[in-house]
């Protein structure tokens, strides 16, 4: 079940872009992610923690192998890190994309509409083998990873660079997201936010309050839905 709109501005642009999030909102990959930097870890000799998995959501590739290497006593260097777990990460792909049920048809819908776009805290080579496998290459115009903008979420570089890339302004850009630090960093970008909560993302209701719309499942989320949160000036 949806909520109405609660915290757009009366005087708020008209919805020029939508700027979706990839891990946990178009496809189920948190646990692939999860999975393969587990798997390195204990691998390598590091020391896992149930909790790293919801501690590293959102950081660029950088900061997570970072945080593996730091909290995680990773013995190895975080360059290296991050390509063994991006390895992993894509031969996981290579045998199944989990894209999560309707996706692909709301993507599809809100593109014949607006502008669409992709702002996403995963590496460049499993954002381009998403985006193929789910056959969103051509509907999405632009996609940024966290890294190639500079930090990660909650920091609101990556929708910037998503709304500049596509040429509007961020408040008159719409955000779809599933996860804490993703609503955070679209919302100090300035965007509108519809919240689409993954259970492998717990987001507490403090932070669901600075959605203007919350969805149960992309299924709901339909033109009309991004229509209520577009008012001319």
Known sequence: MSTAPTMSAPDAPMVSAVVFDLDGVLVDTEPVWADAKRELTLAAGGHWSTDAPIAMLGMSGPEWSQYMHDELSLPLAPEVIRERVVEGVLQRLAEAVPLIAGAHKAVTAIAARWPVGLASS???????????????????????????AGAGKPAPDVYLAAAARLG?????????????????????????????????APVDDGVLRIADVVLAAITELTPATVETLSVER
């Open 122 to 148: 995963a590496d460049r080579p499993v954002i381009d083998a998403v985006l193929e496998a789910a056959g969103l290459d051509n509907v999405v115009r632009v996609s940024v990873s966290s890294d190639e």
């Open 168 to 200: 509007v302004a961020a408040q008159a850009a719409v955000a779809i997201e599933d996860s804490a630090n993703g609503m955070r960093s679209a919302k100090a970008a300035g965007m509108r936010l519809i919240a689409i909560p993954n259970q492998h």
